[in-house]
């Protein structure tokens, strides 16, 4: 079982920048594969960004392409959201989730089996 915590969440005007942060207990991090996912108000939770195993395979939503980068340090247990050119849009909870026991990245919720408590995230215009 692997336990994630998020930090990094915050207030920012439309256009700057934030870095989140997720930090994970357990041996089998550098194995599983991880990702982003966020949830604002009144909508479902929906995918940001995945990266497998080894942060050489990564995948992005289309509203966050060429804006947000995902990234991960198998040593430290951590993996990594930079967040640029933040639109008001992107207001949400941003969780971070690991898959239990695959490499491989994916971009459907239901694959993930671990999940952060999540961190807040508000972009004003």
């Known amino acids: 079982q692997v336990q994630l915590v998020e930090s990094g969440g915050g207030l920012v005007q439309a256009g700057g920048s934030l870095r989140l942060s997720c930090a994970a207990s357990?041996?089998?991090?550098?194995?599983?594969?991880m990702a982003w996912f966020r949830k604002a108000p009144g909508k479902e939770r929906e995918f940001v960004a995945t990266?497998?195993?080894?942060?050489?395979?990564?995948s992005y939503a289309d509203s966050v392409k060429g804006r947000f980068t995902i990234s991960r340090d198998n040593a430290k247990n951590t993996m990594s959201l930079q967040m640029n050119s933040l639109k008001p849009e992107d207001t949400a909870v941003y969780y971070c989730?690991?898959?239990?026991?695959?490499?491989?990245?994916?971009?459907?919720?239901?694959?993930?089996?671990?999940w952060g408590q999540g961190t807040q995230v508000t972009v004003s215009s």
């Open positions: 989730a690991s898959r239990r026991t695959s490499s491989a990245s994916s971009d459907r919720d239901q694959d993930y089996g671990n």
């Open positions: 357990g041996r089998t991090f550098g194995t599983l594969a």
């Open positions: 990266i497998d195993w080894s942060g050489g395979i990564t």
